[in-house]
């Protein structure tokens, strides 16, 4: 057994031993895409510049279609290296959706890379921008239609916050720990009678990942990420991808006690990506809803026309 496989071992089981610590039920505020690990700069500020290239990525989620107020999000990123600095630069335009809640986020990420081994890179990123909370409060149906707290609409809130992330990573391995949003801001009503609508939990991400050689023609990657949240429940998600002649990946994923997905993956050009996930809910929710869809698109731009393409895993 190489090392590698023992290092994804060792992470799977990390992984595994957290999950039975989530007892309490509380909301899980920021976004989660079934196809996270085809761009893990959506929770690591680390991977920014982790590629040769300039690439950007689109992410849409719409999360159980057909239930009114259920979650949306997109996600825009690009990155880039800086080769002759070691250094990687990334930024990242995220909307989210979830019933009368509004969030738009504009957030720049910056990693360092430093050769640690023959094979290994780790990387030191840091991210900082804000977000635009807007929650339309009218829209809302009350038992009491006269709560002076829902009278009126909740204005826009500019929060700033600020992240950091660590990312070790191979051609075949990655290990990356962050936290994207450091500071836990409150979301106030800024009218007359002042409100305290929430605030925004820290999240702690883990996330994992190798690649094998099945034979000449196949590929196998198998990923992982858990979240962790204060008086939530860990998230966790195991994934398994096979990669047929580095063009098209065919795949599964299970969210513990959450949900099931159907993933794929298809290389249309050395330059152009495209994904399909669709998730079924295991709770309740599955009755009332068509399931979850989420779309991927990417481009990795080539200016040297002289330079070859490589296959992108991670």
């Known amino acids: 057994m190489n090392r590698t496989t023992i290092q994804l071992l060792k992470c799977v089981a990390l992984l595994l031993l957290l999950i039975p610590f989530g007892t309490t039920l509380k909301a899980q505020q920021d976004p989660m895409y079934t196809q996270y690990m085809h761009n893990p ?7 920014a510049g982790s590629t040769d290239m300039l690439s950007a990525m689109f992410l849409a989620r719409e999360q159980w279609v057909g239930f009114d107020g259920a979650p949306k999000s997109r996600t825009l990123t690009v990155s880039a290296p800086i080769t002759k600095y070691n250094i990687g630069a990334g930024l990242a335009f995220i909307n989210d959706e979830l019933g009368p809640v509004k969030q738009n986020s504009l957030y720049a990420d910056f990693a360092y890379h430093l050769k640690v081994s023959d094979r290994g890179k780790l990387a030191f990123g840091i991210k900082g921008g804000f977000d635009m909370i807007q929650i339309n409060l009218m829209n809302l149906t009350l038992n009491q239609q006269n709560d002076d707290t829902f009278s009126s609409d909740f204005s826009e809130d500019f929060i700033l916050n600020f992240g950091l992330g660590l990312y070790y990573y191979t051609e075949r391995f990655y290990l990356g720990l962050s936290v994207p949003r450091l500071l836990k801001n409150n979301y106030d009503n800024d ?25 000449d023609y196949l590929k196998f990657k198998p990923s992982a990420l858990a979240k962790v ?6 998230s966790v998600d195991l994934s398994a991808n096979f990669i047929l002649n580095d063009v ?28 399909y996930a669709f998730d079924l809910t295991e709770s309740e929710l599955r009755k009332y809803n068509n399931g979850t869809h989420e779309i991927m698109v990417a481009f990795d731009f080539q200016f040297n026309k002289k330079k070859v393409m490589t296959p992108r895993y991670f």
């Open 41 to 47: 700069l959506t929770v690591n500020p680390a991977y």
């Open 248 to 275: 098209l990946w065919l795949g599964a994923a299970y969210r513990i006690e959450d949900s099931m997905s159907f993933l794929i993956h298809y290389q249309l050009t050395d330059q152009l990506r495209v994904g």
């Open 191 to 215: 009218g007359f009678n002042t409100t305290s609508y929430g605030y925004k939990e820290r999240h702690y991400f883990v996330t994992t990942g190798a690649l094998f050689d099945i034979n």
């Open 229 to 234: 949240v204060w008086n939530a429940p860990i």
